[in-house]
Nanobody, 115 residues
Framework: QVQLVESGGGLVQPGGSLRLSCAAS????????MDWYRQAPGKQRELVAH???????NTVESVKGRFTISRDNAKNTVYLQMNSLKPDDTAVYYC???WGSGNYWGQGTQVTVSS
């Protein structure tokens, strides 16, 4: 049974930082490409950051320079370090794993940026 479990969300003031974690089980984590998506109220789910199985990363323009994706294959975990958070970053953040026909989602973790 595949599980992706996100953690690390919460309430933070503008300019603050959070680190999200996504622990995977039931898959050969090291071969999967991993993503972080987010969905704000009333908006479509959007890709935030991507890391390949080989560790190549990419982030969308709106978070470039503020968010960093990384992975620890020994811990079957992918991370999203979020700095200089803005109210527009408020959303539910989802972890996503993809390889071949495998396509899995976590349950999401809420991030709220507010003073």
């Amino acid at each position: 049974q595949v599980q992706l479990v996100e953690s690390g969300g919460g309430l933070v003031q503008p300019g603050g930082s959070l680190r999200l974690s996504c622990a995977a089980s039931g898959i050969i984590f090291s071969i999967y490409h991993m993503d972080w998506y987010r969905q704000a109220p009333g908006k479509q789910r959007e890709l935030v950051a991507h890391i390949t199985s080989g560790g190549i990363t990419n982030t969308v323009e709106s978070v470039k320079g503020r968010f960093t994706i990384s992975r620890d294959n020994a811990k079957n975990t992918v991370y999203l370090q979020m700095n200089s958070l803005k109210p527009d970053d408020t959303a539910v953040y989802y972890c996503h794993a993809m390889w071949g026909s495998g396509n899995y989602w976590g349950q999401g973790t809420q991030v709220t940026v507010s003073s």
